[in-house]
């Protein structure tokens, strides 16, 4: 795959993006978000989003400097309304506000009705985690999802993510869309004419396919059947419902309206229910005795949620690879802005 230099890269999108029309801190922001994306090896929410991303912005659904309004405030929770705020960006200072009343009253949740598409969740769920506090980062979706029984789209892949703190080293990150596979993945796999493996989507007549251009048409098949199916719903409730936003088919963008994906944001201060030392004592203590069971055939060990991506992330943090076909897709979404400055290879 192509190789490029990681801040090179990275200023470099936060310039496609200023050219798009974005303020250059926002055009950071959704860089930043994108390109660690990419260095974690998860390519279904890395640069291959900015052709979307830059479209949103084209058509005014996303506009510059602009922030979350707030709504609602108590002393444990906010209510945010995006305006517009670009997803990325809304979902950056939800967080932030979020750890914010999380010091405060020891448990805290931000919701930002409106917000967008933001990214891989897992990016927010981690920035409480790099504070010594648990993250927990959801949204919802256009709708990708069949009901469990059902061959219509109606729910979204909605995100779930959770990062614990650690003494020494990343953090444990469970991040995971509530799809065999993210939608990304099967676009990646219509870009190189692939197959997809049995059991990911249905066509539009509920037949289970393995073309990933039919499987866009159709819908895909929640992970766990049943299971995935009920947490689908119910991050719709815990997110979009519950803050006031859309909800299920409704979160689907219409031409000249606002993009109605909601996030929801938790975090809980350790430091309000035990001392720190000695529940990072006690993760570890975990972490060991999963690290340590006895294997099962075939496998060689045992990886922690999100180990595989830090393991990434660490190995390309110089460095970044990216496959060539979402190289081909970022330069035309920069010749649609007229941004002719060159991708910076290695």
């Known amino acids: 795959m192509p190789r490029y230099p990681v801040g090179e890269l990275g200023g470099w999108v936060a310039r496609l993006f200023h050219a798009a029309g974005l303020h250059a801190e926002d055009a950071r922001v959704i860089s930043d978000v994108l390109v660690s994306a990419d260095c974690a090896g998860?390519?279904?929410?890395?640069?291959?989003?900015?052709?979307?991303?830059?479209?949103?912005?084209?058509?005014?659904?996303?506009?510059?400097?602009?922030?979350?309004?707030?709504?609602?405030?108590?002393?444990?929770?906010?209510?945010?309304?995006?305006?517009?705020?670009?997803?990325p960006v809304a979902a950056v200072d939800g967080m932030r506000r979020c750890v914010e009343k999380a010091r405060q009253s020891g448990l805290a949740g931000v919701w930002v009705r409106s917000g967008g598409h933001?990214?891989?969740a897992g990016h927010y769920a981690e920035m409480a985690a790099r504070e010594g506090l648990v993250g927990v980062a959801l949204a919802n979706a256009a709708p990708s999802l069949a009901p469990w029984g059902g061959r219509e789209r109606i729910l979204g892949n909605n995100p779930v993510a959770v990062a614990l703190p650690r003494r020494d080293g990343p953090p444990v990150v469970l991040d995971m869309a509530l799809s065999v596979a993210a939608q990304g993945r099967v676009r990646l796999a219509a870009e190189r004419g692939e197959r997809l493996p049995p059991g990911w989507a249905l066509d539009p007549q509920g037949n289970p396919t393995e073309d990933p251009q039919q499987a866009l048409a159709g819908t895909l098949l929640p992970v766990g059947g049943?299971?995935?199916?009920?947490?689908?719903?119910?991050?719709?409730?815990?997110?979009?419902?519950?803050c006031g936003g859309s909800f299920g088919r409704d979160v689907a963008?219409?031409?000249?309206?606002?993009?109605?994906?909601?996030?929801?944001?938790?975090?809980?201060?350790?430091?309000?229910?035990?001392?720190?030392?000695?529940?990072?004592?006690?993760?570890?203590?975990?972490?060991?005795?999963?690290?340590?069971?006895?294997l099962a055939p075939g496998?060689?060990?045992?990886?922690?949620?999100?180990?595989?991506?830090?393991?990434?992330?660490?190995e390309q943090a110089e460095v970044v690879e990216v496959p060539e076909e979402v190289v081909a897709q970022v330069r035309r979404a920069a010749a649609l802005v007229g941004f002719l400055e060159p991708l910076p290879e290695a």
């Open 118 to 120: 933001f990214g891989r």
């Open 253 to 294: 963008p219409r031409r000249g309206s606002r993009f109605g994906a909601s996030h929801a944001f938790f975090a809980v201060d350790v430091r309000q229910l035990r001392e720190p030392s000695d529940f990072l004592t006690d993760v570890e203590r975990l972490v060991q005795m999963v690290k340590g069971t006895a």
């Open 299 to 314: 496998f060689g060990e045992v990886l922690l949620p999100g180990e595989r991506e830090a393991r990434c992330t660490s």
């Open 42 to 87: 998860v390519h279904s929410h890395g640069v291959v989003r900015v052709g979307a991303y830059v479209e949103l912005v084209r058509g005014g659904i996303w506009r510059s400097g602009v922030r979350p309004r707030l709504v609602r405030e108590g002393a444990a929770f906010l209510l945010l309304d995006a305006e517009g705020c670009p997803g």
């Open 226 to 242: 049943y299971k995935g199916y009920g947490m689908a719903l119910v991050v719709d409730v815990l997110t979009g419902v519950l």
